[in-house]
């Protein structure tokens, strides 16, 4: 029986649309519970969704590149969605054309620090230099930052778990951290969550508001840009690249 059903197990988890549905099912399950909870940051559903796969991955002994070729498709949608954030985005042009100056200054310090924090910090831990290269791109949004880090020489598998962790930290303290500094501008709070948690902050300041997920995308395609830019300056510097 055991046998049986392995093997069936075996044929099923080559086929994407096992895995595509199984992923939808689970955020769709992680949405509901999050609403449910009272929009808890613990309950993030990006968070909830990634404990649930990754156990299920691990239980079943399911390798991760056997999951990622399954779910390659959700990888394709990115960029669409990335570009359509756009939208709102021009709804707020007016009051941007205000803010030009504090969002620039915050672009290039929110940049530099994202990046030479990870360095820091992964060089301080003994990190390889393979990690570094890996880390370094990691708070640009999923598509920018795979592709910076294959163009570096740094490891894109390692850097999507990285953006991802980065992605879910930051859209669970964003919120209670500028809470505590006593700032409710959306503006900062939008422009905060997509500069320092790229799609998945921006996601959640989408369900906030208007002018929060419009400056929030607006903050994650800058940064993209700048990581971009930014990372190789950064790594030449170190002599790492």
Known sequence: MKQAFAEVWS??????????????????????????????????????SVVVIVGVLLLTGTPYAAYEQG???????????????????????????????????????GCFTAILSALGIAWLFGASTDTLLSLAPKSATMPIAVEVAALTGGVPSLTTVAVGITGIAGAVLTGPVLKLLNISDPVIHGF??????HAIGTAKAIQVGETNGAFSALGLCLNGIATALAVPLVLALFGLF
């Open 11 to 48: 044929q099923l988890q080559a086929e994407p649309v096992v895995w595509i549905t199984f992923t939808l099912l689970v955020y769709i399950a992680a949405l509901t519970l999050y609403k449910r909870a009272g929009s808890h940051p613990a309950l993030l559903p990006v968070l909830t």
């Open 71 to 109: 779910t390659r498709f959700f990888m394709f949608l990115i960029g669409p969605a990335t570009v359509a954030l756009a939208v709102p985005l021009y709804t707020q042009l007016p009051r941007l054309r205000h803010l030009w100056k504090p969002i620039g200054v915050a672009l290039v310090v």
């Open 192 to 197: 905060t969550k997509g500069l320092s948690a």
